[in-house]
């Protein structure tokens, strides 16, 4: 049975920073295309980051190029998205998917864990 869950995940101030983890079990994220996705209270989910299972290629959405970095411990079987410079604009609750391939949309990922919320203040 395939687990994400995610953790790290809190409220943290304008200009802070933040480090999501997503442990998986039932399957190797290095195995895997990993991505993660944000969705804000009242809208659609949105494609934040994807990073392919070789690493070769990694996938920003404009919104947090720059500023947000995904990264991979196979021998932790953990994927990180650490967040910097946040805004009020980044609240939503994140979650983490693995897939196939690098993608931006949410349904070319059958494997999603259960979201942890991140809200920044002003």
């Known amino acids: 049975q395939v687990q994400l869950v995610e953790s790290g995940g809190g409220l943290v101030q304008a200009g802070g920073s933040l480090r999501l983890s997503c442990a998986a079990s039932?399957?190797?994220?290095?195995?895997?295309?990993m991505g993660w996705f944000r969705q804000a209270q009242g809208k659609e989910r949105d494609f934040v980051v994807a990073?392919?299972?070789?690493?070769?290629?990694?996938i920003y959405s404009d919104s947090v190029r720059g500023r947000f970095t995904i990264s991979r411990d196979n021998t932790k079987n953990t994927v990180y998205l650490q967040m910097n410079s946040l805004t009020p604009m980044d609240t939503a609750v994140y979650y983490c998917?693995?897939?196939?391939?690098?993608?931006?949309?949410?349904?070319?990922?059958?494997?999603w864990g259960q979201g942890t919320q991140v809200t920044v203040s002003s």
């Open positions: 039932g399957l190797s994220v290095g195995s895997y295309a």
């Open positions: 990073l392919a299972r070789t690493g070769a290629t990694t």
């Open positions: 998917a693995a897939g196939n391939s690098p993608s931006r949309w949410p349904n070319m990922y059958p494997y």
